[in-house]
């Protein structure tokens, strides 16, 4: 006599999509589909998403904001390394100058806002072998200044 393991009922979760390939962030960029896909730094995403909001109040539209959008904007507030429009499109000027870079690692850069080039690639690991250290010092000195002078 063998004993029959249970019958588990059908599952009831959706099949996980299957990615083309992994997606990662790492020494090489694999991004999949979204690899020219522009992307914003928090602050740029702070200030799209409050003139969209500000354009809806003059409108006179009603909009109540969800409780994702209010902790959306508290977290961008808190982490947007500039704040004022001119120093973001002064920023988003000297990134896309850097055309080595993908819109990501621009991005990225924009929003981490590091000291050196040691730790920008570090934390960006794609950097590496794109930019020399001296050219990514430089491209950090000045973001350093639009931060400070913005202050």
Do not use: W
Request: charged share 30%; proline share 4%; hydrophobic share 30%.
């Amino acid at each position: 006599m063998s004993i029959q393991p249970p019958q588990l009922p059908p599952s009831t979760s959706r099949p996980r999509t299957v990615t083309q390939g992994e997606l990662e962030a790492g020494a090489v960029l694999k991004l999949g589909g979204d690899q020219n896909t522009h992307t914003l730094s928090n602050s740029e995403a702070r200030l799209v998403i409050h003139k969209v909001l500000a354009n809806k109040r003059r409108d006179g539209r009603e909009y109540e904001e969800s409780e994702n959008l209010r902790k959306t904007l508290n977290y961008l507030d808190t982490f947007a390394r500039f704040q004022n429009e001119e120093n973001i499109k002064a920023v988003e000027r000297l990134l896309s100058s850097h055309t080595e870079l993908e819109m990501f690692e621009r991005s990225q850069l924009g929003s981490l806002c590091c000291d050196n080039s040691e730790e920008a690639k570090s934390l960006i690991p794609s950097l590496q072998n794109k930019i020399s250290d001296e050219a990514l010092q430089e491209l950090l000195d000045e973001l350093t200044k639009l931060r400070n002078f913005a202050q």
